[in-house]
């Protein structure tokens, strides 16, 4: 158990909708990542939070959003869902970005997204 | 932008036999990390590597980094089935010298280990 949290489990709903996917990171951690790995893609970078802040983007599609709160939970927001959208979301958390390659990412155990 | 390959894409192993799994980049590596997913399942972190000609061991799995080359090896000695899963390699963005952002990883080797 790496200490991030991501729910839901699973996630079913149709093209055009739009879902939100929770992350909470380690205790102590400030940096929350996201990632989507699908068969096609792989996994790749989306987007990077500090302590409340966007800090980086990756791949991101203009549909995505995500925000960290306070308390340094993180959502990512999906809308207008495709059929191509349908892959594993993950997020990871690391202490402090700013410490170059010394930080480790954690990742959770991903929410399963299948748009129909 | 920064690809890493890895190779081989699959591997079937024989219980017990050695293997390795190598990974290169196509730029200049500023770390490497190392980690395991078994399918569908999350990422979980073996081992990160910071610097050329560093040389990590945990339990019987060893990785090396050689910055000249750009490329990291994986190599896991007397293979288990516990050893069974998808192995990714992931480094921080060589635009920003590395600097603290989201991994680009590999696509990944898949390794299943016959009894």
């Known amino acids: 158990d790496s200490g991030v949290t991501q729910t839901p489990k699973h996630l079913i709903t149709a093209t055009g909708q739009r879902v939100t996917l929770r992350c909470s990171p380690r205790s102590g951690d400030l940096s929350v990542y996201w990632y989507q790995q699908s068969l096609d893609q792989g996994l790749q970078f989306l987007i990077h939070y500090y302590n409340g802040e966007e800090r980086a983007k990756g791949n991101i599609l203009e549909r995505f959003s995500a925000q960290q709160f306070p308390d340094l939970h993180s959502e990512l927001n999906l809308s207008s869902l495709e059929l191509g959208d349908s892959a594993l979301y993950f997020c990871a958390s690391s202490v402090d970005p700013l410490a170059g390659v010394k930080y480790t990412q954690y990742f959770g155990p991903g929410t399963r997204l299948t748009v129909l | 932008s920064q690809e890493l390959e890895q190779s081989p894409q699959s591997l079937i192993v024989q219980e017990g036999k050695n293997l390795t799994i190598n990974c290169t980049s196509s730029k200049t590596l500023y770390g490497l990390y190392w980690y395991k997913q078994k399918y569908g399942e999350g990422l979980i972190f073996l081992m990160m590597?910071?610097?050329?000609?560093e040389e990590k061991s945990h339990e019987k799995i060893t990785a090396k980094l050689d910055e000249k080359k750009q490329q990291s090896s994986l190599h896991i000695t007397a293979s288990q089935p516990s050893h069974a899963g998808i192995y990714l390699c992931?480094?921080?963005?060589?635009?920003?010298?590395?600097?603290?952002?989201?991994?680009?990883f590999g696509k990944g080797t898949h390794l299943i280990i016959q009894p």
């Open positions: 992931g480094a921080p963005p060589a635009d920003s010298g590395g600097g603290a952002d989201g991994l680009t």
């Open positions: 590597l910071q610097k050329g000609g």
